[in-house]
């Protein structure tokens, strides 16, 4: 792929000219590299390598190495107002805490305690504690399924506009855009809903960082219309873990209100070296986006050209399918997709999920299309070596939830509560929020009803090797509930 080269191996596509964050990291570590600086600040590794060795390489924060603790906010600022201008947002801010951080943020800056908002239940749990945090009540809208994968498509603009209407209260619409499989809505016409309404449309687009930067991909949040949208740039663009981007429009949302929100739960201390490479990321994205974007088409166009060849096998594509996201279903193969992610770790292709029918790799523009053809290939032969009778695909607990929100997540995270066996649990009000892991839907959120198809499903998850997060007790043999 064409790029300006650099001479500076250290910054190999020449960034730093439009990356003001990125350019003070860069002078910052070459003096520390260099012995040229005594640090009485902190971190408090001092830049020395003698003592808990390379693990803090690299590291240096904002506030004292970017700049001075006196004038690194105009630093953060200038590379905050161009991810703005890039997305074409009027406010943005850099998190050093992830989506998590910026979903919560926005729950913060969107309502007042007691407040409704309409809100999709398949949302990622850190968006529900974002509740529990702002004391919003949610009023769930669920999305439309696809009964040929058991995946969710998008939640439906009637749905919420249906919402709105038999809760007029409500102060915002809070969807998650493309959700955890890539299917994507209506964003505009939502957008039209809740505007309609007179309130702000929020979106969840943790995975969609780079979408809008490419003709053939949708549009983002903002550009759809949307209020507000929180974005981890640790996922789909080449930054940092940890790094994420939350962008607004102001004429909804106030900007001092918005500040107020993000700092409330935000580090006093972020990590240049995150700060600097969500910026970086950026200017990347600004330059190259289109290119990058063109090439993950390509490569995951050709993976799934590949992976539909193999008997049995699917992906989910089609208008409603975010067109760079692969997710491969496994069902018609009857093989089992613990099996196959034990085959792709054995291969050094880690997997984001994998439950018995779908498989979901995490395919970004830092890919090239050799390595995704490897991955589809490594793949292919694994679904072989595993293949059983094929079966019909059934929707995990995480998209099929239907609660029955009995206390206000945020009544029910301070109230009195109890541990008692799992079994004895059914019929009473959840205390605490447990989520299979990935996706990170709650299955059962605080202040609601423990019916014995959440149980059960749960315990599906669990005996199938799930990851069961955030329960007092994974195993599920007891449950926290309400006195
Ligand atoms: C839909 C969604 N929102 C938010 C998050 C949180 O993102 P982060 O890991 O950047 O905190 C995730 C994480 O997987 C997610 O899937």
Same mark, same amino acid.
């Given at each position: ?51 808990? %060795? ?71 749990r ?91 991909? =949708? ?112 069902? %018609? ?5 613990k ?16 439950d ?40 995990t607990a995480a ?9 206000? =997540? ?7 509560n109890q541990t008692v066996p799992a079994d004895a649990a059914v019929?009473r009000?959840s205390a605490e929020l447990v989520a299979p892991y990935p996706?990170g839907?709650p299955v059962l ?5 423990i019916t014995s198809e959440a149980l059960n499903a749960l315990r599906e998850v669990h005996a199938d090797g799930g990851r069961i997060a955030y329960a007092a007790d994974p195993t599920l043999a007891t449950l926290q509930v309400?006195?």
């Open positions: 792929m064409p790029y300006l080269e650099s001479a500076d191996p250290r910054d190999p596509r020449g960034l730093r000219a439009d990356a003001p964050l990125l350019d003070a990291w860069l002078t910052n570590t070459e003096r520390a590299e260099a012995g040229q600086l005594t640090p009485m600040i902190t971190p408090g590794h001092k830049q020395r390598r003698d003592l808990t %060795g390379s693990v803090v390489a690299g590291d240096a924060p904002l506030y004292g190495a970017l700049d001075t603790i006196k004038h690194a906010d105009a630093l953060r600022a200038e590379g905050e107002a161009r991810a703005a201008r890039l997305w074409g947002a009027d406010w943005c801010r850099f998190s050093v805490a992830g989506s998590t951080h910026g979903n919560q943020a926005l729950a913060l800056a969107a309502g007042a305690p007691g407040q409704e908002v309409i809100i999709t239940r398949i949302l990622h850190s968006l529900l504690l974002g509740l529990v945090l702002a004391g919003l009540r949610p009023v769930w809208v669920r999305p439309e399924m696809d009964p040929a994968s058991g995946l969710p498509t998008a939640v439906a603009t009637g749905t919420v506009r249906a919402a709105l209407a038999a809760h007029p209260q409500a102060c915002a619409v809070f969807l998650g855009d493309p959700s955890y499989v890539g299917t994507i809505g209506d964003l505009a016409g939502h957008a039209a809903v809740a505007h309609e309404a007179g309130v702000p449309l929020v979106v969840d687009a943790a995975w969609a960082a780079h979408l809008g930067f490419h003709p053939d991909l =949708p549009p983002h949040a903002i550009a759809a219309g949307a209020d507000a949208m929180v974005t981890s740039a640790h996922k789909a663009l080449p930054a940092m873990t940890q790094g994420a981007l939350v962008l607004a429009r102001t004429e909804r949302l106030d900007p001092a209100r918005l500040d107020r929100a993000f700092e409330a739960t935000h580090t006093t201390s972020p990590a240049g070296s995150i700060m600097a490479s969500i910026d970086a990321a950026r200017a990347l994205l600004a330059r190259d986006g289109k290119d990058l974007c063109a090439r993950l088409l390509r490569g995951v166009t050709a993976a799934k050209q590949r992976l539909r060849q193999v008997p049995g096998l699917g992906v989910l594509e089609g208008p409603g399918v975010e067109p760079t996201k692969l997710v491969v279903l496994l069902a %018609g193969t009857g093989a089992h997709g099996d196959v992610e034990a085959d792709l770790i054995a291969a050094g292709m880690p997997v984001e999920m994998a018995r029918d779908t498989v979901v790799p995490i395919v970004a523009i830092a890919d090239d299309e050799d390595q995704i053809a490897a991955f589809a290939d490594t793949f292919a032969a694994s679904v072989e070596r595993h293949r059983g009778v094929p079966r019909h695909p059934v929707a998209w099929t939830v239907e609660p029955q929100t009995v206390l206000a =997540p945020r009544e029910a995270f301070f109230a009195a019929g009000v996706p839907v959120a605080p202040g609601e009803l309400i006195s």
